[in-house]
Each structure stands twice: as structure tokens, then as C-alpha cells.
């Protein structure tokens, strides 16, 4: 004769509260991965040409002359507001002026429009153009333009980028802070 010992498993149930302990921890680790995910996959833009190196966009080359506080560049320049930049600034930023140089390289020529252009803030948000002078213009071969574009960007936006047409990235620098908001 055979005896056979069965052992008895118990099967303790944990408690449903305990799970639910891990749950917020779990969210705020996904969303981090999201945001560095996010970032590592912004990373693979390639970097920036330098503050007045040129950049290549379709037919020619395009270089930043200069970026600073708009105030600042009028109260240099002795020149009245245009009535587009007449309204308030929100607080905690302010308006800079980029001095873009383009230049037609190829036979075609090419066709500059100031909306191809935004500035990049780190973490990915842009700035739209405000106003620009000329907004638009055909260049022929082995002509040069210079414009000035107007972006409301924050007091304390670090690396800022300007892209533009044939995805050219030009850094805009430092120089554009104001220190406190303003025009």
C-alpha cells in the first residue's frame, strides 16, 4: 500500500491596495521616457551652424548677421515701431529682431518667404514669425537680401534655433536676452 501526500498550496491573494501603491510611480516613469524619448529623437536634427557661419537652404545660403532685444535695435537704428509690434508683449517675454543675410547660389535663383522660418526652443516648442522685412522676395543668382525678422520668443529661452527652408538650423546665440521683459 501507497500513501500519497498532497500538499496543500495556499494561494494568498495580495492586497488589491498594494497594486494600486505602484501605479503613480509607474505613470511618472512613462511620461519621463516619453520626454526623453521625446528629446533623444529631436536630438537627431543635427546641430546648428555657428552664429554667422552660413547655412545652405534651396539655391543659395542663408547666414544670421545679428539677433538682439527689438527695443535695443530700434533705439539703435532711430526707427519708429511698426504698427504690428505696436501691441503688448506677454509677460515674461520679449521681441527680438534676427538680421538674416540670404544669398541666390544657384542659376534658378531663389524665392525667400519669411514664414519658412521659426524659432526653436529647447524642448521642441517654436515661435512663429511676428513681422519681417520683406516678408517675401525672388532673388536671381548672385543676389543678396537682407531681412529682419521679428519672433517673440521667452526671457529665458536658452538655445534657440532658427530653421528655415531646406531645413537649415542656424544658432541665434546668447545676445537676444534682454535680462528683464520687454519690447
Same mark, same amino acid.
Given at each position: ?7 496543500? %498550496? ?21 511620461? *519621463?521616457?516619453? %520626454? ?9 536634427? &543635427? ?33 519708429? %515701431?511698426?504698427? /504690428? ?14 538680421? *538674416? ?20 526652443? !529647447? ?16 532673388? /536671381? ?16 529661452? !536658452?538655445?534657440?534655433?532658427? /530653421? &528655415?527652408?531646406?531645413? %537649415? ?12 521683459? &520687454?519690447?
Amino acid at each position: 500500500m501507497t500513501t500519497q501526500t498532497t500538499a496543500a %498550496v495556499s494561494v494568498e491573494h495580495s492586497n488589491p491596495g498594494s497594486r494600486r501603491r505602484w501605479i503613480p510611480p509607474a505613470v511618472f516613469l512613462l511620461a *519621463l521616457l516619453l %520626454v526623453l524619448g521625446r528629446e533623444f529623437v529631436s536630438a537627431d536634427e &543635427g546641430p546648428s551652424t555657428m552664429l554667422g557661419a552660413s547655412g545652405s537652404v534651396p539655391g543659395g545660403l542663408a547666414r544670421l548677421n545679428g539677433v538682439m532685444p527689438y527695443t535695443q535695435f530700434a533705439a539703435q537704428e532711430g526707427r519708429d %515701431v511698426p504698427a /504690428e509690434l505696436g501691441g503688448d508683449v506677454p509677460s515674461g517675454a520679449h521681441l527680438v529682431i534676427v538680421l *538674416l543675410e540670404v544669398t541666390a547660389m544657384e542659376p534658378g535663383g531663389l524665392e525667400f518667404d519669411a514664414d519658412d522660418y521659426v524659432v526653436e526652443r !529647447l524642448g521642441g516648442r517654436a515661435s512663429q514669425v511676428v513681422w519681417a522685412s520683406p516678408s517675401e522676395a525672388p532673388l /536671381e543668382q548672385n543676389e543678396t537680401m537682407q531681412a529682419e525678422l521679428v519672433f517673440e520668443v521667452p526671457d529665458k529661452a !536658452l538655445e534657440l534655433t532658427l /530653421e &528655415g527652408a531646406g531645413d %537649415v538650423r542656424l544658432s541665434m546665440g546668447t545676445d537676444h536676452h534682454s535680462g528683464v521683459g &520687454g519690447r
